[in-house]
């Protein structure tokens, strides 16, 4: 077993933790928005696992093949004009009993399951390189199917968007676009991930789902899968965390503006963590510690998560933070987490195989 400098919650007594569904409805999503006076939709005890259901915002895309009767409910009673200011649709928030300002939120994602194995893909206006690549300034949908292994995803048809996508969750019928066969002979690996989750922000107010932040949110590092633990700093009583943006696949950068975005349902076991804080989110995997940072400017971006790395270093492996600084120039990966939600998106990647065992 790899060395950590945190205790694992999950090998901790489960004997007193009760297990909560969440299905994402009308009274149980929000759309568009962080508001930390939202109330709970769900209220659980530190060590509950939570079975959540999320729902896309883009299943209007193809409503013939990603929507249902349930998905169908959530777009027919929120009114476009509430679906506002960003456009991603989370479900939460769930307040955690006893999470306090300055604690960490542990999300520990079990398992991860697609509603249905459809997904989109939109070249949008906000995309990265949309004036230089996209003909006449024209939105593309793409939509792409699962294998029944969760391994490939192969494209099903792309069309034209008619006119700007504008309207979050507009319904678009099969027979107001011309789907055509697109990208042939090619097929995309799984990954399936939360785009979007985090607590809710310290500030007063209703803020946009778009840019992430230290809350986390809209994060969109396509690890962010099952068997995966999130920290996330806790800026309000009960964490308030929500969740949704899922995606079948992504890679760095998000390049032309969003994922395959789909409806996917999570097993989480949610922790309040007072023994330990940081500022930025944390992604732990089997092999890595990931230290996420965001700003418009993506160099400044880069700053900002070098420094967090050297801060995690020396505060969780005692390292100088000359020694951490060079440990990174040699070990860490600095990558490209996203270029396209505002506040641009790096994060390092620190692999615990450096990490040994201090000796008695």
Do not use: C
């Not at 985090?198 to 690890?223: L, M, Y």
Request: charged fraction near 20%.
């Amino acid at each position: 077993m790899r060395y950590s400098p945190f205790k694992s919650s999950l090998a901790s007594s489960i004997k007193d933790a009760s297990i909560h569904s969440l299905e994402a409805t009308p009274d149980t999503v929000h759309w568009g928005h962080w508001d930390r006076s939202l109330r709970p939709s769900l209220i659980v005890k530190s060590g509950d696992f939570v079975y959540v259901e999320t729902v896309t915002h883009h299943a209007g895309d193809a409503p013939d093949v990603m929507m249902d009767d349930g998905i169908r409910a959530i777009y027919e009673a929120i009114p476009e004009a509430e679906r506002e200011p960003g456009p991603h649709l989370l479900t939460g928030p769930i307040y955690v009993k006893g999470a306090e300002p300055g604690d960490i939120l542990e999300v520990q994602i079990l398992d991860m399951e697609p509603r249905n194995p459809y997904g989109s893909n939109l070249s949008a206006p906000w995309g990265y390189l949309f004036n230089e690549v996209e003909m006449h300034e024209q939105e593309r949908v793409t939509i792409y199917k699962m294998d029944d292994k969760g391994q490939w995803l192969t494209p099903a048809f792309g069309y034209q968007y008619p006119g700007s996508y504008n309207v979050n969750g507009r319904i678009l019928q099969p027979n107001e676009v011309t789907r055509e066969e697109t990208m042939t002979h090619m097929q995309v690996p799984a990954r399936i991930h939360m785009g979007t989750m985090g607590t809710a922000p310290a500030q007063d107010g209703k803020f946009s789902t778009i840019p992430p932040g230290h809350f986390g949110g809209n994060v969109d590092n396509w690890r962010i899968g099952a068997d995966t633990t999130m920290y996330y700093p806790v800026f309000n009583d009960g964490a308030l965390l929500s969740l949704g943006d899922a995606h079948l696949a992504q890679g760095d950068s998000e390049l032309d503006g969003t994922g395959v975005e789909a409806s996917v349902n999570a097993l989480l076991r949610v922790t309040v963590r007072k023994d330990f804080s940081f500022t930025q989110p944390i992604l732990e995997t089997d092999e890595h510690w990931i230290i996420h940072a965001f700003h418009e400017n993506l160099e400044e971006a880069a700053r900002q998560v070098s420094l967090a790395a050297i801060d995690f270093l020396e505060k969780y492996y005692n390292k100088s933070r000359r020694e951490a600084y060079s440990f990174l120039a040699v070990a860490g990966d600095l990558q490209i987490t996203q270029v396209v939600n505002e506040n641009k998106g790096m994060h390092m990647s620190i692999p615990k195989e450096a990490f040994l065992p201090e000796k008695s």
